[in-house]
Structure formats: C-alpha cells, structure tokens
C-alpha cells in the first residue's frame, strides 16, 4: 500500500544535507511508504550493503516521492532514493549500483567530512551575506548589495562541491568492488550513467539534482569504465530482476496513469506482478470487481505472499469494505507480524469496524517498531481517544506534529499530554520530549 508520509520543510532540509548547496528546500518533502515496495528494496540492498561492511538491518532504503533523478545519503542509516530514479533504471544491476555508491559514502566515511564541509560552506555564505547587510546599510546600490550575497553563497557552494569531487571517484572505486563480492554485475554502474549522459551540458536549471550532488567528469566516467571492464560478470540474478521489477511494477502502478499500467502490463516481468499492476489499476478507477479478480490471480500464483494480501487489504478498505479488509489484513499480518505498515493497515481497518481495543492493539504493535509513520500515530490517537485514554491520544499527536514540524501545534499537544498523564511515567516523558524538542527548535 503506497502511501505518502510529510516531512516538514525543516526536516526535509536536514535529510538533503547533501543537496541544500544545489536546490533549497521549496516545499515539504513526501516519503513513499509501502511494505512491498520497502521489502523488495531490502532485498535488492542487502548483499551490496553485507558486503560494504554494513548492517542491512540498520541501513533503510527510503523512497522519495520526487520524479527527478536523485539518490543521496545524509547520515549512517538511511540511503535515500527518488522515485524517478526508480522509474527510469531498466535494471536490478542498475538500481543496486545506485545503492552500491550510496553505501560507499557511509562506508568510506564521508558522511562526517562532509558535515564539516557543510558548516564550513554555511559559515563562508553567512560572511558573505553580512558583508552584503553592511553594504546595504552604508547606502551602497541594492542590486550591488544583493549581487555580493549572491556571489557568497556560490562561492560557498564551490567549497562545499569541491570537497566532493574526489569523493564521488572513491566511491566509484568502492562501489563496482562491493558489488562483485556480492555477486553483482557491476556493469550496471555503466547504466545508470547512461541515463545522466548529456546532463552536464543542460543548464544547472534544467539538470536533475543527481548531477548536482554527484558531479562528473570525462576523467571519473573513463575511470569507472575501466573498473567495470576490467571484472568479469557474474550474470544476471533472476530473483534480484524479479524484486526490481516488483518494485517499480507497483510503483509506476500508483504514480502513472491507471491507462498507461493497463497498456505495459506485458512489459511487469511476470504475471503475478503483471496482476497486481493491473488490480491497483481497476482500484484507482474505482473497479471493485475487475480489481479483485487481477489481485486475486496475483494471490494464486504465489499463495501467502503477505504483500500481494497487503494490497486486498488495502483495496476492500478504501472501497469501504471494511469487515473484508480486516479479515484480508489479519491474514496478511499472520504471515508477517513484524511488518509495521501491515499492522498499521489492520488497525486501519479494525478502527473503520468499531472495535477500538483491537485496533488499538495493533496500532501500538506498529508503533513500536517504527514510531516516524505519521499515519500509525494519527490513527493511534485515535484509538486512545475512543478508549477512554486522551492523555495518550494528546502525546501521540504532539510526536505527529513534532515528525511533520508543526513544533506549535506539537508543543500545545505536549502540554496536555504533560497535565493529564502520570508523573515521570513512560508516555509524559515523550511529552517532555516532545517540549524540549519544540523549545530548541523556537
């Protein structure tokens, strides 16, 4: 079930520490949440991040709901990619390849160097604009002033991306050697600079972020060519171009029109997935009937996928079939309790029925193994709220908006949450979290 989570224009700038030189935040940042979708991106990551010396638990992949061409990282446990990127790449090898030089920007401890890039940028573009302020001040020409503030922050985009160059060819290096100890054709690096050639002679307007966050050179290209020429290729992996395929089958199922998924369902990579792009199809054009038959086919040709249940679920809910999706959900959740966005779903559900105490059970499941899905907290309060429990429903909500940055909101929420629950307990010291948080912020 692909769904959209907001992050605050604040937290999106510190998740893009990597590009905030390039492109300024603009507006709130969506991450894509689906449990398939997430699931097939673990599979694809797992043996490049093993052999990078990194814990695939601990490493998330996380989609971003951005048709440009991007991925970067901005700390030590999340690879970010956008959803256009996903998209566009024609192959497992070509995606994993992406991962693969996320991953050596962790490994090879670039993240730390390039914080200190950052404040080292900040700190150049803030002279800059106090020069320009005392310009000002003085009486000089407005357009002068504003032209010297320009000037600083360029030059401080200068320093920060000339740090990186060299970065970018040691993560090259890395990245085709993470890739054949995992077993992995590493020509799929070459791939994914196909898709960029020509970028850098657009306009920096008209490239796409990853050219502006991975710059490249005919020498790195060269390079890296001969990298990837110089190994032997391990052949495709039918199962990792099968979870490639997954993944951007259900993804372009939700982003393009329900038309254009019907006329390319020949081109799904096999015919369960060709049924699930077809069901999400029908959904999308409000089809009960011929949506439940694709996704059931899809179910009978690989029985117990919680996934392809996942998807029932999430269909029978949102076309108000409520005991159904509760069952489909349950069932779904049975085969993989551990999956938070499953059980969030059945919560959903169990909520839309009426039975509060077991939805609440299950919403608090979902929470506690990813407390950031801002959903799972709306619904949880909820649930806090129709059991009698306001106190809960007021510190769940004040985590909500402290997530999406409404630090106002979150901070009014807080204090209530704060009177009304016990002292020193577990919850009002989220609360307390909550208000530290909101007062830092302010």
Known sequence: MIRHTILSRLTALVMALSVMAAAPAQAATTLLRDADMEYALRQLAAPILTAAGLSPQQ???????????????TDTRHIFLHSGLIMRLDSAEALQAVIAHEAAHIANGHIARRLG??????????????????????????????????????????????????????????????????????????????LFRGQEALSVGRQDPYMRTHPMTRDRQRALEALVAGQKSPGRDATAQYWFKRAQGKLTAFKRAPSWTLRRLKDS????????????????????????????RAIALRPGDPYLLELKGQILLESRQFGAAVQIYQAAAN????????????????????????????????????????????????????????????????????????????????????????????????????????????
């Open 269 to 296: 990579g096999s015919q369960d997935i060709a049924h699930m792009r077809e069901a999400v199809a029908w959904h999308r054009q409000s089809n009960l009937k011929k949506s439940l038959s694709a996704i059931d």
């Open 335 to 442: 085969r993989a309790p551990r999956e938070p966005l499953i059980l969030g779903g059945l919560g959903r559900s169990l909520l839309a029925t009426g039975n509060h105490r077991q939805a609440l059970k299950a919403l608090e499941a979902a929470r506690g193994r990813d407390f950031t899905d801002a959903r799972v907290l709306r619904d949880l309060a909820v649930a806090y709220a129709k059991t009698g429990q306001p106190g809960m429903a007021s510190v769940v909500t004040a985590e909500r908006y402290a997530l999406q940055g409404r630090l106002k909101d979150a901070r009014l929420h807080a204090e209530r949450a704060v009177a009304t629950l016990p002292r020193g307990s577990a919850p009002w010291q989220r609360a307390q979290d909550v208000l530290s948080a909101a007062k830092q912020a302010k």
């Open 117 to 194: 890039n950052l404040r080292a940028a900040r700190t150049a573009a803030g002279i800059g604009m106090a020069l320009a302020a005392a310009a000002a001040a003085a009486g000089a020409n407005s357009q002068a002033a504003a032209a010297a503030a320009i000037g600083s922050q360029s030059s401080a985009m200068r320093l920060f991306m000339s740090h990186t160059r060299a970065e970018e060819s040691a993560a090259d290096i890395s990245s085709v050697r993470f890739m054949m100890r995992a077993g992995v054709d590493p020509r799929g690096a070459l791939e994914v600079q196909k």
């Open 59 to 73: 490493v998330k992949i996380i989609v971003i709901d951005d048709g440009s061409l991007n991925a970067f990282v």
